[in-house]
């Protein structure tokens, strides 16, 4: 044991919102009964990345006796954790998570479990029958983009892009297209897009300027689109920040995406 600087976790200010868990590189904060707790003291570097990320300010760094801190140990849970598979989309309040953050964990949606035998096994509808050949001029679907605009990355548009005027703005997780197949009818049309990830980009940056494009364009409405991960909900208090920092009575619209491509609007 040494005398050193490590991170501290408020239980009872603590929510379980898991934000602090993908700011974790050394994966040492895990959600345990709906809040956050560190896992091992010699996970933890006591640098405080997590800090910033946490909004009910629960996480400071305190100096005290602890177990100094294990780089290799840390190397080995990160191995571990990216070799682990959960069986379905974590929920963050009500189960307990091992592995850092459950939006980076490694899934295999072709995978179902087999309830006779309890076997995995990997979805495919026309085993044991015959398939249908169909050439290319038996049936032709095309979707019209419903793309208005370019750049659509958050850190490249410009903030005074004559397409903000009187739009309604589509603020996006840069997943939720790949996941969400009628991204472009039921969530793009009629909006201009910004697209952005709050797990790699700057989150407060990202703050700033959405504040900065209410702030000084015309827009009628906002509407999130992000996934379930818990990461992701680092876009919707991006967004929430910059209304009310804009001091305008927007309405702001939120469309959860789940991993499968489920939608839920919350």
């Given at each position: 044991?040494?005398?050193?600087?490590?991170?501290?976790?408020?239980?009872?200010?603590?929510?379980g919102?898991?934000?602090?868990?993908?700011?974790?590189?050394?994966?040492?904060?895990?959600i345990i009964?709906g809040k956050a707790r560190l896992?091992?003291?010699?996970?933890c570097?006591?640098?405080?990345?997590?800090?910033?990320?946490c909004?009910?300010?629960?996480?400071?760094i305190?100096?005290?006796?602890?177990?100094?801190?294990d780089?290799?140990a840390v190397?080995r849970?990160?191995?571990?954790m990216?070799k682990?598979?959960p069986k379905s989309?974590?929920n963050?309040?009500?189960?307990?998570?091992?592995g850092?953050?459950?939006?980076?964990?490694m899934?295999?949606?072709r995978?179902?479990q087999d309830?006779?035998?309890?076997q995995?096994k990997?979805k495919?509808?026309?085993?044991g029958?015959?398939k249908?050949?169909i050439?290319?001029?038996?049936?032709?679907?095309?979707?019209?983009?419903?793309l208005q605009?370019?750049?659509?990355?958050?850190?490249?548009v410009?903030?005074?892009?004559?397409y903000?005027?009187?739009a309604?703005?589509?603020?996006t997780?840069d997943?939720?297209?790949?996941?969400?197949?009628d991204?472009?009818l039921?969530?793009?049309?009629g909006?201009?897009?910004v697209?952005g990830?709050?797990?790699?980009?700057?989150?407060n940056?990202?703050t700033?300027?959405?504040t900065?494009?209410i702030?000084d364009?015309n827009?009628?409405?906002i509407?999130?689109?992000?996934?379930?991960?818990p990461?992701c909900?680092?876009?919707v208090r991006?967004?929430?920040?910059?209304?009310?920092?804009?001091?305008?009575?927007?309405v702001?619209?939120?469309?959860?995406?789940?991993?499968?491509?489920d939608?839920?609007?919350?």
């Amino acid at each position: 044991m040494v005398q050193r600087k490590i991170v501290k976790i408020d239980e009872e200010k603590c929510d379980g919102c898991g934000l602090c868990i993908p700011a974790c590189h050394e994966g040492a904060i895990e959600i345990i009964n709906g809040k956050a707790r560190l896992v091992d003291d010699k996970f933890c570097d006591g640098i405080g990345d997590c800090l910033g990320e946490c909004p009910q300010g629960a996480i400071k760094i305190i100096e005290r006796d602890a177990k100094e801190y294990d780089e290799k140990a840390v190397q080995r849970r990160m191995l571990e954790m990216n070799k682990e598979q959960p069986k379905s989309t974590p929920n963050m309040h009500n189960h307990n998570h091992h592995g850092g953050c459950p939006g980076a964990r490694m899934m295999d949606l072709r995978i179902e479990q087999d309830s006779t035998d309890g076997q995995k096994k990997i979805k495919n509808k026309n085993r044991g029958e015959k398939k249908t050949t169909i050439n290319n001029g038996d049936i032709e679907i095309k979707i019209k983009s419903q793309l208005q605009q370019w750049p659509v990355q958050l850190m490249l548009v410009p903030e005074n892009a004559p397409y903000f005027d009187g739009a309604e703005l589509l603020l996006t997780a840069d997943c939720v297209p790949v996941a969400y197949p009628d991204y472009h009818l039921d969530l793009l049309k009629g909006k201009v897009a910004v697209v952005g990830c709050p797990k790699l980009d700057d989150n407060n940056y990202y703050t700033k300027k959405l504040t900065t494009i209410i702030k000084d364009n015309n827009i009628k409405g906002i509407t999130v689109a992000f996934m379930e991960v818990p990461c992701c909900s680092g876009l919707v208090r991006a967004a929430e920040t910059a209304v009310m920092e804009s001091n305008k009575d927007i309405v702001l619209r939120k469309v959860k995406i789940g991993i499968k491509g489920d939608k839920e609007l919350v």
